[in-house]
């Protein structure tokens, strides 16, 4: 068995090849890009499976053990002498459709460089160590995200996800069995899966470490948020024989639905609300619209004040439909997650073995490690992020940054694995 | 030389094939039927072109003869003994895409009836009497709308209109293109055209003479509109992460520009308001909108107040873009039209000959009649259409009433092509 003396004397750190990494990330971002040179791959698409059969071959060079699930979730396994749960460390690699390179995809580059130096090192782990991609973080084809790790950790059945379609009518079940398709050859394992630990690293997507000139930011938890889809159905008719007295027009219902939504979410100065997706049928200029359809997105750290949103939104909804009918759904509903003491303690440790400054940040943006906190130890490590842009082909962050992380994780996973 | 005394003995309105009217409009809601019993067929479009051939066959059938023109416009033409600018009657035969099966069909299927009437009637009318299927009344597939018509009227000219685009970006061009290769033994005529006169039958889209139970409606004018496209650019950016101060939502912007500008149109309390067509990009639910396109639509039929607010938009829409920048296009500005005082008399006395109620009446709505009545005496004659209700599937006029339209406009053409 290795003994810790034996870690600390191994280095994982020390070996991990950031040339490779890079250039890795260079490659990632050609699968999906965009001419602005940002990248545009949704989950379980054909520029997500291209990115997969990357991830496939340099973990098998690297000796790593590729196995999928019914979701398409990826994992590249080193094993372990014992037979325990595993560690799990990665994030996702789909993207918005006006998304950055860095968004996900550091995690689980970063995560493989680990694990390659945890090999290289020549460190034999008790457990198993898994680099795993989770399917569909994003929710951006389909809605809500984070499907991949919260039917891994059982939050979710995978009979509740595969009929979920996206705007073209294609199910995750259609989706997802295209990806299997075509890696044929990675083995499937059932879901939900086994988990010791997990820790993801990942971009800020906000300004905190970047205004502190402090490269790491050892995550102290996630925001709640609420997420919701509202149609609002009125009648199309002409736009210029209509009296205002007779329309039933569900844009302006909704324009007033919206307004009233964002004065409620103004109770608490940092309440963010956004509401990213809007449609109207039949989206004629000379038509007044029949039907709007849009999304809600409220985060709120205080799970009080996320809990009064809940009660008030759809309330004060039907309240401005004037002449409109509405139908509210709520898809998502998570409260704050506060990540595991002792898993933020050493990786913080890590960070000090590597002379790194680190700090405590909480995270505004949701993560697949908050579906693992509900099972197991998790925590996160953030990088900086340039202007805290994220979602945005001008995301950036540093290559040393990068790197630096990748070596966090690899004393941080080789600690874990023993354990 | 037919004379008037021959023209009363040769009862025009008497050989309209009411059967066979009825039976063609049937036969042309099939072009681009709905599932919903509505229609759906854009200008220059596939479901148009195949109506375009039921017409051009119709015709020839009847001995007329088609002509187009370098923007698809569609006329068949019963030639006059004499060389002279021709009586042109008819509408349009696109549509809305939810729309109904009246609108703009019952004018060129009654024009039709009309046209073949006197020819059955045994008349030789000394001017060509033409019925004409203008191109892109609706602005659906390409905006502005009734482009045929003022193309023909010489208010446009081809070259300004040949590089308007759809959403997916062909242009009228091409479009026109395709239409005409389809129809390719149709010959083609210069634009500007010649016009002696202009007769529209068309459906109220109002319910005046539904209140009224009157059958017909002679149109005194059409209100005024004006026409905008907006753009709004904001930032794309993290919904979970980037503060309310930090955005540039350009969502958010757009809604509280409408909501001023409908404030705006409020002054006069008949101004009619519609943002019809509403799109944000990336239009994802967790990505704060960085762009934000719609259309404002106002129509009023007071001109001094239409004037006051083409000053007032583009300045309102500016004041409220906040962190966003605006970009303001007006595509449109159509003053109020006045019809002609002796063709509607024309239209009044068809009508007493028939013994059928007629009422004057004045359109909300915009028509082609808009662009003739600028260089020739124009008319339009309105039928009730059921509760008021056009552009939507449900839209319903009675046979009796397109019928009886026919037979108005049979003996008003004879007189007008023996003018």
Request: proline share 6%.
């Amino acid at each position: 068995m290795t003994t810790a003396t034996a870690l600390a004397t191994a280095d994982p750190a020390g070996h991990v090849d950031a040339g490779r990494l890079l250039a890795r990330l260079d490659a990632l971002a050609r699968h999906g890009a965009r001419a602005d040179g940002g990248v545009d791959r949704p989950a379980l698409g054909a520029a997500e499976i291209a990115a997969r059969a990357d991830l496939v071959a340099w973990g098998r060079a690297s000796g790593l053990t590729p196995y999928t699930d019914g979701l398409a979730n990826l994992f590249l396994r080193l094993p372990g002498f014992a037979d325990a749960a595993p560690v799990l460390v990665g994030s996702h690699i789909d993207s918005q459709p006006t998304g950055g390179r860095f968004d996900g995809t550091v995690g689980v580059l970063a995560a493989l460089a680990a694990v390659e130096a945890i090999r290289a090192a020549g460190i034999r782990p008790k457990r198993p160590i898994e680099v795993v991609a989770w399917m569909n973080e994003e929710a951006c084809r389909f809605a809500p995200g984070m499907m991949g790790s919260e039917a891994y950790a059982g939050l979710k059945t995978v009979d509740q996800i595969l009929p979920i379609k996206d705007a073209a009518g294609t199910t995750v079940g259609e989706a997802a069995a295209a990806v299997l398709a075509a890696d044929r050859d990675v083995p499937l394992r059932p879901l939900p899966g086994r988990a010791h630990a997990f820790v993801e690293a990942h971009i800020e997507q906000g300004t905190v470490l970047e205004a502190a000139g402090v490269p790491l930011g050892i995550v102290t938890g996630i925001q709640g948020t609420r997420r919701y889809r509202i149609r609002v159905t009125g009648e199309a008719a002409h736009a210029g024989t209509t009296a205002r007295s007779d329309r039933r027009d569900a844009l302006m219902a909704a324009m007033r639905m919206i307004a009233a939504v964002e004065d409620l979410t103004r109770e608490a100065a940092d309440t963010l609300f956004t509401v990213g997706l809007f449609e109207v049928k039949p989206n004629a200029p000379s038509v007044i619209p029949a039907e709007a359809f849009f999304s809600i997105d409220v985060r709120q750290a205080d799970d009080a004040v996320l809990d009064r949103l809940g009660t008030a939104i759809p309330e004060t909804l039907a309240a401005h439909a004037g002449p409109c009918s509405v139908d509210v759904r709520e898809i998502a509903h998570a409260p704050s997650v506060a990540f595991d003491e002792g898993l933020r303690c050493t990786l913080s440790k890590a960070a000090a073995a590597l002379g790194a400054p680190a700090m405590d940040v909480f995270s505004a943006a949701g993560h697949d490690a908050r579906s693992l906190a509900r099972v197991c130890p998790t925590a996160m490590l953030f990088i900086p992020c340039r202007g805290g842009v994220s979602h945005h082909p001008s995301e950036h962050a540093e290559a040393e940054h990068i790197v630096l992380a990748a070596r966090v994780l690899a004393t941080t996973l080789a600690r874990l694995a023993d354990g």
